[in-house]
């Protein structure tokens, strides 16, 4: 037992599957990879890159055509740290790039089992000494690494002071839930998640009939589907206190959505009951250990802290699948090194960007003054006037942590609408704000540190006024704790806000446009606020003021372009063509885990043909299977279908 030392590379990657990729198919979203190193026991991250960041493709999901072209593009982001493909001991996580398929049997999707261990294993001097209770909760698996079909999808584990590994046990996942909410609404869950909370519009329904359904498998489409439709139909009947700042079709969204976390709510509980009663879980001595997109839903992660009385939240910035390669690799280095030694070091783990000097010879037309960095001056900009910032290694996740961001007075309601202005969305979506941690005590209900947004706090009531721009309609916030140790520039600038407004707190929302990842390079950088009308900008410390917007000949076009080259394929011959299937039937086929397997190994000889006696075996009739079909039709409007670029 045991892992040789040196370099390790964890991805999550598509397959390279030509079939797939020819019809525009995927079958992982947030594609990211991870760099590591081992030495004895003790395991570090060395660069973590998310795929959307370096290809602009929002939940980056398209798969490469060659092995080749996978290996070029790794070796093109190793160079910086002068590492090759070659250098690498090992590479796991995506079939066919290194010993990746070499999972163990499990009746639990290992897709779930990385979600697990990304929450569980972040500080291993507190997974060792301290009891830990971890949920992986999202939408559902991919199966890429899963032999065959798993009978269980979610996956909990239990990990007192005396065991050396986590017992793991099934639980059920409000992710489906709002996955169906997606496809009805079409909105993002983030979206729907604020909606809920910003419009007073609500509406009853017994949740009893159907929260302690179980969703812990592939019948968790269909349940979640079912309960949706309950939802709605009662909501419809008992609308009321509605709020004429919204339309209409917010107004019932609100209302539903606020069932829907209803529900949710009552699913954790319901995991956590069955877990204290199971393992004998004592919630105040232990740690809570939150992972899978649902984890993003920071009400429910707040709520269950408090009622159950957990020591504290350990999750990572990254909890959705684009933190995939962070538990893919914790689960292989724990698996051969029981004893291994890991710190999390915090969210700044992507690319640096240094090239500073390129950036202002390039926008030197649109750049009226440089200066160096003033804490106070910051300070001042903040107050009058949003500001970009980019500052140092990109942090990792879908939330803007201070090194991506776009900075505002969190008093002025007319910094949030230009906020959302800037930004092209909802001018009801409130902003997150950055907190200096020791003084969340004064200005919030909950003195525990936040460091990823990933929690709520109330406001209290004497200080809701002067928080004007980041309270919800219920007065909570996405809170981000911050001291100077995580970030000593930007804390310096909230120490010189909190001097001139008597406020230690400031707007934070990621730099990017609407439908567009969060910017990852200067020029990226540059280029958003040529665009999007933003005068000030802090590039790495450098006071840098744009102007001549008006006269950016990208103005009305697309965000910056970033590299998507590897995605390309080098001559029609190279390109095989083949009957796609309709995004209908693709749709079913991919939503059925095993007609997924089966069309993966390539054993569907006629998947039209496989898809069409799949709904007839179902029962379905054709009225249905029509119904589907729209259905599906919404799913990809929603959910975006890749075409070859």
């Not at 081992?38 to 973590?48: E, M, P, S």
Request: net charge negative; aromatic share 10%; proline share 6%.
């Amino acid at each position: 037992m045991g892992l040789t030392d040196g370099l390790y590379l964890s991805t999550y990657l598509n397959p390279v599957d030509r079939p797939l990729r020819q019809n525009g198919v995927w079958l992982r979203h947030d594609n990211n990879i991870s760099l590591w190193s081992k030495k004895g026991r003790t395991i570090d991250i060395v660069q973590y890159w998310e795929l959307e960041r370096l290809t602009g493709q929002k939940e980056h999901r398209t798969p490469f055509w060659t092995y080749a072209a996978a290996a070029e593009m790794i070796d093109d982001i190793l160079h910086p740290l002068d590492v090759s493909f070659a250098d690498l001991t090992d590479v796991w996580g995506t079939p066919g790039m290194g010993s990746s398929d070499a999972v163990p049997p499990s009746p639990f999707s290992y897709h779930s089992i990385a979600h697990l261990y990304s929450a569980m294993l972040l500080d291993t001097s507190r997974y060792h000494g301290c009891n830990v209770l971890g949920f992986a909760v999202d939408r559902g698996p991919d199966h890429v690494l899963d032999d065959g079909v798993p009978p269980n999808w979610f996956v909990g584990g239990w990990k007192s002071t005396t065991a050396s590994s986590p017992t793991l046990f099934p639980i059920d996942s409000p992710g489906p839930l709002y996955f169906e909410a997606r496809l009805r609404f079409g909105m993002r869950e983030g979206t729907l998640m604020a909606l809920a909370s910003a419009s007073s519009a609500e509406g009853d329904c017994d949740i009893s009939q159907f929260a302690g359904d179980r969703y812990r498998d592939q019948t968790s489409f269909a349940t979640a589907r079912t309960a949706l439709e309950i939802i709605t139909q009662s909501v419809q009947s008992t609308l009321r206190n509605v709020d004429d700042r919204f339309t209409s079709q917010e107004n019932f969204t609100s209302a539903v959505m606020k069932q829907v976390q209803r529900v949710s709510l009552q699913i954790m509980r319901n995991n956590i009951d069955r877990a204290i009663e199971t393992h004998g879980v004592k919630s105040e001595n232990t740690i809570l250990a939150i992972s899978g997109g649902f984890a993003l839903n920071c009400p429910t992660n707040t709520a269950i802290l408090a009622e159950y009385g957990f020591q504290s939240l350990s999750s990572p910035p990254a909890v959705g699948d684009g933190g995939q390669s962070l538990g893919i690799a914790l689960e292989h280095f724990a698996r051969e090194q029981p004893d291994l030694h890991f710190t999390f070091p915090g969210p700044y783990l992507g690319r640096a960007d240094n090239r500073i000097g390129e950036l202002l010879e390039e926008f030197g037309g649109y750049i009226s003054t440089v200066d160096s960095f003033n804490a106070r001056r910051a300070a001042v900009d903040i107050k009058q006037e949003p500001v970009a910032w980019f500052d140092g290694r990109s942090e990792i996740g879908p939330r803007a942590l201070g090194h991506r961001s776009i900075l505002a007075n969190p008093s002025s309601t007319e910094h949030k609408d230009s906020l959302n202005q800037i930004k092209r969305r909802e001018w009801w979506r409130p902003v997150a704000p950055i907190v200096l941690e020791e003084r969340v005590a004064d200005w919030f209900d909950n003195p525990r540190p936040s460091p990823y947004m990933l929690e709520t706090r109330r406001i209290r009531p004497d200080r809701i006024t002067e928080l004007a721009a980041v309270g919800h309609l219920d007065t909570s916030a996405r809170i981000q704790t911050l001291n100077a140790e995580q970030d000593e520039r930007l804390y310096r600038v909230i120490r010189e806000f909190e001097q001139l407004t008597k406020i230690p707190i400031i707007c934070n929302t990621s730099m990017n446009d609407h439908g567009e990842p969060i910017v990852d390079c200067l020029r990226e950088a540059a280029v958003f606020c040529l665009r999007r009308g933003l005068r000030v900008a802090y590039l790495n410390g450098l006071r840098v003021v744009f102007d001549h917007h008006e006269a950016w000949q990208e103005s009305q076009v697309k965000p910056a372009p970033r590299t998507n080259w590897y995605f390309e394929t080098g001559s029609e011959e190279e390109r095989p063509k083949s009957d796609a299937l309709s995004p209908e039937y693709m749709f079913v086929l991919l939503s059925n885990a095993e007609l997924s397997a089966a069309y993966r190994r390539g054993s569907l000889s006629d998947p039209a043909a496989a898809v069409e006696a799949h709904l007839r075996k179902a029962d379905k009739t054709w009225l249905d299977i029509a119904r589907e079909i729209k259905r599906s039709r919404r799913y990809f409007d929603v959910y975006g279908r890749e075409v070859s670029r």
